[in-house]
């Protein structure tokens, strides 16, 4: 009984959200008066009405979350900054594709054996990148990754077999799965994906090996003299965060029904990044709330036209630069992030009035100083 | 091994850093249970003598024994497993986590510091009532308190303790001494001390380091007595 009562003090809020977000198909669907199953049409149902239109939405923040969140946990919690994250998320994407369209397995145990497939490349690319190159320190395996992402990018899009520059479609997925015919379904599963993924990355990050990434982040040296392989644990992080990349690239497949290079490019290592730093490097919720608060942004922003004098502008055409407005002001106003700035500024009330108080504002002066 | 052998033992060592040759022939022992202080001016190569046995600056010569082993060629992850506990200087803690995640990540095997606890909250009690915070938002003399309480949650056989009382008020130096001294217990330690009162009172043994080279070690109660000596290398009297 105690256990639930402290269980919903400290997350009763986000159970709350999770219902939310599981009502949600439902409550969009009563305020606009449509189908959360879209409408019938012969014998298949046919994805139209307010309640898919945003469930499709939220499906895009769920994968984007997921992207960020092992962006996160190799930039915010392990420090280490790689710039070919869209590697991962690609390059699963692309496994799941091919073998769905240009093998003769049947469709469900092609679904299945791409995921499997998909994932366990992407968690092997990651381990060997990171033996190859891990010893790198800072900018130099950023700009290694990069150059691996950006040749992946360059050969996909040559690629004949795979219909270069256009990619090639998924035509036919399992029924139940296909969000172009049970998006429902398909909504609580990526909600489930989402969900697990950041119970997981909480449970790592609560573990003593949680805490050595973080050692790690702070002081690589000194993780290493107090015992540690360092570069074993940077190998994890790296697999873990590749293998949950690849995680999103798949269900990203999914959704699109269609597979290209611009998965590979550096759209997709970009995003997550400005999305964890907004929302904050190194806390949990932080790239969820990046993630979900530039999707609703964008989606919401997409399709308006400011006129400007005699001039029209659609927001879709300077999207970039709105972006960039937004990076700019987001960390000048919370330098450590939406949530982590947030953070701070709680722990710092919670201990006025205690002895270490000073200790506190002193440190928090020193750091931002 | 037996009894009277030295627990750490370092022979003759050259060690470079960058093209900067820094230790140019250092000898140290540390004995069984004992407190070896390395005494010697700035830039005498004292920080360096404790880097070059954690392997972060390895000598390109001599030998560093410990406990009979050598560890020649050994990553420094691989020396801590040994056993020895080093305590850099500047209160090297990691400020982002918490004061039990500090420790908690200090353990070797499962349990540690549950069986550490005791020993480590009595000797440092301010940090059971830090336990939550970031190490970041303790006072200096806390963080060396948690610098060495962390280093004594493994069982290590040997400390290396790096300038503590540096910077730290004198009731907070009289603490970390009553530490030290009752670390002896459990662990040798190797000691790097600029203020010479704290090292006379603590060391049994004391090694002077000069331009990189030790030029005079002994028992620490006789070096009390030679002024000459005290003059010539240490500038006090």
């Known amino acids: ?369 | 091994m037996n009894d009277s052998a030295p627990v750490l033992a370092i022979e003759n060592i050259h060690t470079f850093i960058g093209q900067f040759h820094i230790l140019e022939g250092a000898s140290v022992a540390v004995q069984q249970g004992g407190i070896t202080v390395l005494l010697g001016r700035n830039g005498a190569g004292k920080t360096t003598t404790l880097k070059s046995v954690m392997g972060i600056t390895p000598p390109s010569q001599g030998s560093i024994h410990f406990r009979g082993e050598p560890l020649a060629g050994k990553p420094s992850n691989v020396i801590a497993q040994m056993g020895i506990g080093y305590v850099p200087e500047h209160r090297a803690i990691f400020r982002e986590l918490t004061v039990k995640e500090n420790l908690q990540i200090a353990e070797r095997k499962r349990g540690d510091l549950a069986r550490r606890g005791d020993l480590i909250f009595d000797l440092f009690p301010d940090l059971k009532r830090l336990y939550g915070l970031p190490g970041g938002n303790l006072s200096g003399g806390q963080q060396q308190m948690l610098a060495m309480a962390r280093a004594l949650v493994p069982e290590n056989h040997l400390l290396l303790i790096d300038e503590p009382s540096e910077g730290l008020a004198p009731v907070i130096i009289e603490q970390l001494m009553r530490a030290i001294t009752r670390l002896t217990d459990h662990a040798s330690v190797l000691l790097v001390e600029q203020n010479f009162r704290v090292a006379s009172r603590l060391a049994n043994d004391y090694v002077i380091v000069d331009e990189g080279q030790s030029v005079a070690s002994g028992l620490i109660a006789n070096l009390v007595n030679d002024d000459a000596l005290i003059q010539r290398y240490l500038g006090v009297a």
Do not use: C
């Open chain 1, 1 to 369: 009984m105690n256990s639930l009562k402290s269980f919903l003090k400290r997350d009763g809020w986000m159970l709350f959200i999770f219902i939310g977000l599981l009502a949600f198909p439902f409550i969009v669907a009563t305020l606009t008066g449509s189908s959360p199953t879209g409408v019938p049409r012969g014998d298949r149902m046919i994805m139209r009405g307010e309640s898919v239109r945003w469930q499709a939405v939220l499906i895009e923040v769920f994968i984007l979350s997921l992207l960020a969140m092992s962006y996160n946990l190799l930039f915010g919690f392990t420090g280490v900054v790689s710039f070919g994250h869209a590697l991962f998320f690609g390059l699963s994407g692309y496994i799941f594709g091919i073998l769905l369209e240009y093998t003769a397995l049947d469709t469900g145990l092609a679904t299945g054996l791409g995921i499997v497939l998909g994932i366990a490349a992407s968690g092997l690319l990651g381990l060997g990148i990171g033996l190859a190159t891990l010893r790198l320190k800072g900018v130099y395996f950023a700009i290694f990754t990069l150059a691996l992402a950006e040749m992946a990018y360059i050969f996909f899009s040559r690629l004949q077999l795979t219909k270069a520059e256009d990619g090639f479609a998924i035509g036919e997925l399992p029924v139940w799965l296909d969000p172009t015919q049970s998006r429902l379904t398909f909504y609580y599963i990526t909600l489930a994906v989402f969900v697990v993924g950041f119970l997981l990355l909480r449970r790592l990050m609560a573990s003593p090996t949680g805490a050595v990434f973080k050692a790690i982040r702070e002081n690589e040296d000194r993780a290493q003299s107090i015992g540690f392989n360092t570069l074993r644990f940077k190998l994890l992080s790296l697999v873990i965060a590749g293998m949950m990349a690849g995680a999103a690239g798949i269900l990203q497949v999914m959704l699109n029904k269609k597979v290209g290079p611009e998965m590979l490019g550096l759209t997709y290592t970009i995003d997550p990044l400005l999305m964890t730093i907004i929302g904050g490097t190194g806390t949990l919720l932080g790239p969820v709330i990046g993630a979900a608060g530039l999707h609703l942004l964008d989606v919401g922003l997409r399709d308006q036209v400011i006129a400007l004098g005699g001039a029209s502008i659609r927001i879709a055409d300077v999207w970039g630069l709105i972006l960039g407005a937004i990076f700019i002001l987001v960390v000048m106003v919370f330098p450590y992030g939406i949530v982590g700035t947030y953070q701070r500024w709680r722990l710092k009330r919670q201990h006025r009035g205690d002895p270490a108080s000073a200790a506190t504002s002193r440190a928090a002066r020193r750091q931002s100083g």
